[in-house]
């Protein structure tokens, strides 16, 4: 039996037709499904198994890195003389967060506590936690200027406390006591007699604080009825509004509590975070994209107003009073203790600032603090977030362990916590956010120019069989001519 091939060209050009179709409803179709997954899975949810459980433990490496400012100088600038410090680190701690008492509320919404634990990793840092180093004494200089405007005699007595406990205007002890703490005659006297002064009833170090603790109730959307609040906080420890600036904008917690962001994010798109360390919030902005294992990510990295003063950036009036601008004045939230945040080094900062202080060399590659995040789900893939802790120091008359210091924002250490994805996550990452989106691309793609390939194909063959089959025209039926008599009557009267 001979196969008709006219009708198996039409045949291919059906098949071509329908593979057009279908790719391009590929086109339309496949971004929607990927954008309904991962609304599905971003959702804070105990049924998302991946996202739920890198929202509840953070199951990726998280290391914080501390510099100290050593003083090299602590009896001239006892005598008025600029600083002169050097950096000494990293003293490297691998940070551990969970989230524990999650409540779930009928409001969309759900309630948790994150704890975290340090713990030193010696073959990660350049030194040991029994490293000496000297830097200015908190309880001393810091004292001293929130009595500034007490009466003298109390100034004398305070004065005279400070004598009785030998407790000087700088401070050299070991790494892991200035950290997490160490025994203090005074600051037992002061919690006795001037309870509140200080943060601490206990040992007293930098980041007693922090070790073993958590990071007050946090309440964020889960999602559920708006993608585009999932994470966004709806209040911290009870509050919706904070308590500690001069302003309803500055007292504002806007956006999320700092680990996730909402997806489909867009170069326009902000960072808004609320940080309980440093009493405020807190927006990044887009400044590049770039790629992290074939996961395309965009960077964002704090503008030069975050930590600008009120005359250099309006907005931010309502964190004063201000110093120089990068500097942020926490002592509203630090029990008035004079203490400041900045970026390292004074980085984004003043220059002024350098000039008071020796030893300091700001750079955006060491001391700029980022956050690498895939745009379409929200997700971080690497984060680097870096501070300074500060402390204005100057002389007051009556407290003599301040001598002659001259006015001064000393830097005490600097410190970065950084994690990216790695091993398992990022396998599964890449598979679902960048290999399948791709094949589903490119197979829309190849299933269209098949498609047109085929129809181009079946069609000239289609043509060809109809041009060269013996007795046939390419005319319709209705109007074919059988001789060259019926294609012209007047040759039949002339044979006639």
Request: aromatic letters at 12%; hydrophobic letters at 40%.
């Given at each position: 039996m ?6 198996v060209?039409?045949?291919f ?13 590929m ?11 991962i609304?599905k899975n ?8 991946l ?8 199951p ?6 501390v510099?100290f400012?050593?003083?090299?100088n602590?009896a001239?600038i ?5 600083p002169m410090?050097e950096?000494r ?5 691998r940070?551990q967060?969970?989230?524990?008492n ?6 969309g ?5 994150e ?6 990793e010696?073959s990660?840092?350049a030194g040991?936690?029994?490293?000496v180093v000297?830097i200015?004494?908190?309880?001393v200089?810091g ?9 003298y005699v109390l ?9 009785t406990f030998?407790e ?7 790494v ?6 160490y ?12 309870p509140?002064?200080?943060p ?12 073993n603790?958590?990071?007050?109730l946090?309440?964020v ?7 585009r ?5 709806d209040?911290w420890?009870g ?7 001069r302003?309803?904008?500055s007292?504002?917690?806007n956006?999320?509590?700092g ?7 867009t170069?326009?798109?902000t960072l ?18 770039g790629e992290?294992y074939?996961?395309p990510?965009?960077?964002y990295?704090a ?8 005359t ?6 309502g964190?004063c ?9 926490v002592?509203?939230?630090?029990h008035?203790s004079?203490?400041f ?10 220059p ?10 700001p ?6 603090l ?7 789900t929200?997700?971080p ?11 204005y ?6 407290i003599?362990e301040t001598?002659?210091?001259s ?10 916590e ?5 091993g ?8 679902n ?13 190849i299933?269209?120019g ?8 079946a069609a ?5 069989v109809?041009?060269?089959q013996?007795?046939?025209?390419n ?5 074919k001519?059988?001789s060259a008599?019926?294609?012209?009557p ?7």
């Amino acid at each position: 039996m001979a196969i008709k091939r006219p009708k198996v060209a039409i045949g291919f050009i059906v098949a071509g037709v329908l593979m057009v179709v279908f790719g391009t409803i590929m086109c339309f179709v496949v971004p929607l499904v990927i954008d309904d997954q991962i609304v599905k899975n971003t959702v804070i949810d105990p049924k998302n198994d991946l996202t739920y459980t890198m929202w509840k433990d953070i199951p990726v490496p998280f290391f914080m890195s501390v510099y100290f400012f050593n003083v090299l100088n602590p009896a001239e600038i006892l005598k008025g003389e600029k600083p002169m410090v050097e950096q000494r680190g990293p003293y490297v701690y691998r940070k551990q967060c969970q989230k524990e008492n999650i409540t779930f509320h009928p409001n969309g919404t759900v309630s948790y506590r994150e704890y975290r634990q340090y713990h030193f990793e010696p073959s990660m840092s350049a030194g040991n936690e029994s490293d000496v180093v000297t830097i200015p004494n908190m309880l001393v200089l810091g004292a001293s200027v929130m009595m500034e405007n007490l009466p003298y005699v109390l100034r004398l007595m305070m004065s005279a406390t400070f004598k009785t406990f030998k407790e000087g205007a700088f401070l050299t002890k070991p790494v892991g006591e200035l950290m997490w703490g160490y025994d203090s005659g005074l600051v037992d006297f002061l919690n006795q007699y001037l309870p509140g002064m200080i943060p601490t009833s206990g040992k007293f170090g930098l980041f007693s604080e922090f070790n073993n603790s958590n990071t007050g109730l946090f309440t964020v959307f889960t999602g559920k009825d708006d993608i585009r609040k999932v994470h966004r906080v709806d209040s911290w420890n009870g509050l919706t509004e904070l308590p500690y600036w001069r302003t309803a904008q500055s007292n504002m917690i806007n956006g999320t509590a700092g680990q996730m962001w909402p997806p489909f994010m867009t170069k326009e798109s902000t960072l808004p975070f609320y940080s309980p360390d440093a009493c405020r919030s807190m927006e990044l902005v887009y400044q590049r994209p770039g790629e992290m294992y074939g996961i395309p990510l965009y960077r964002y990295v704090a503008p030069k107003t975050l930590f600008a003063n009120g005359t250099d950036y309006a907005p931010n009036e309502g964190f004063c009073p201000c110093r120089q601008s990068g500097l942020l004045n926490v002592s509203t939230c630090r029990h008035n203790s004079p203490v400041f945040i900045s970026h390292p080094h004074f980085f984004n900062a003043d220059p002024v600032l350098l000039d008071y202080v020796q030893g300091l060399n700001p750079s955006e590659e060491k001391h700029g603090l980022f956050i690498d995040i895939h745009p379409q789900t929200g997700v971080p893939l690497n984060v680097s977030i870096r501070l300074q802790l500060n402390l204005y120091m100057k002389k007051v008359s009556g407290i003599t362990e301040t001598g002659k210091i001259s006015d001064v924002v000393m830097p005490m250490i600097w410190f970065e916590e950084n994690g990216y994805i790695d091993g398992p996550i990022v396998n599964t990452f890449h598979t679902n956010l960048v290999v399948l989106p791709t094949v589903l691309e490119y197979l829309q793609y190849i299933l269209i120019g098949l498609g047109l390939a085929t129809i181009i194909v079946a069609a000239v063959v289609y043509h060809k069989v109809k041009t060269n089959q013996p007795g046939q025209s390419n005319l319709p039926d209705g109007i074919k001519c059988s001789s060259a008599e019926e294609r012209d009557p007047l040759l039949q009267d002339d044979m006639n």
